[in-house]
């Protein structure tokens, strides 16, 4: 019984974290200023997220297998560490402001869902997100599909409110707030990773 409860806290972990660090990491990111882009060029909506749910998904499960093989190099007791820090250092990365280099170029004649697959997973290459997922899915190695449908529904969180109301969006909400705000809970997630194995002992 102890070990099922040790595997789903294992599980619930890798999930929240997943989700939370790319849903938070995407905060005025480039992909998500790519999806504003997409829904102005595009009426189909359903196709722009189908189009995100599947490059997300072959981009974050390469990154997260990526991970795994980096995790057996990593000597025993430093994940949370690695995790830990990491997380510090996108809240720092989070800072630099992304700008939508969206062109009018040929993928887009090939429709939304097209388009939006191959521009998603193009702009994801060497993203903070994927950066993210690659040192989760080591982190997390006993739960990396797990680490892959928190970082996709972390992305889907991000960027679908942006296809549907994005202008809206933009308006409303202060990107340079958004971002030191994301910052803020970066370094604190990062702070109590780093800890958590001290504050474990201590109950």
Same mark, same amino acid.
């Given at each position: 019984m102890s070990y099922v409860y040790s595997r789903l806290g294992c599980i619930m972990d890798a999930f929240i974290s997943s989700f939370t660090a790319v849903a938070v990491a995407e905060i005025g990111d480039k992909t998500q200023l790519l999806? @504003? /882009? @997409? !829904? !102005?060029? /595009?009426?189909a909506?359903?196709?722009i997220i189908a189009g995100i749910l599947v490059a997300t998904l072959l981009n974050h499960a390469a990154s997260a297998w990526l991970g795994v093989w980096v995790a057996q190099f990593i000597p025993h007791g430093w994940h949370n560490m690695m995790l830990g820090g990491s /997380? +510090? !250092?996108v809240a720092l990365w989070l800072l630099i402001p992304d700008k939508d280099d969206s062109e009018d170029n040929g993928m887009l004649r090939y429709g939304a869902f097209a388009a939006s697959c191959m521009l998603f997973f193009l702009a994801e290459i060497g993203d903070k997100t994927q950066i993210a997922t690659v040192i989760l899915a080591a982190s997390f190695e006993q739960a990396v599909w797990w680490v892959i449908v928190g970082t996709t529904l972390g992305m889907l969180a991000a960027n679908v409110p942006v296809i549907y109301a994005g202008s809206w969006?933009?308006?409303k909400i202060s990107l340079k707030? !958004?971002?030191w705000s994301a910052c803020t809970l970066f370094i604190v997630?990062? +702070?109590y990773i780093i800890c958590s194995d001290q504050l474990a002992a201590l109950s």
């Open positions: 999806s @504003l /882009f @997409l !829904a !102005a060029r /595009f009426r909506k359903g196709a /997380f +510090i !250092a969006l933009m308006q707030w !958004a971002r997630l990062g +702070i």
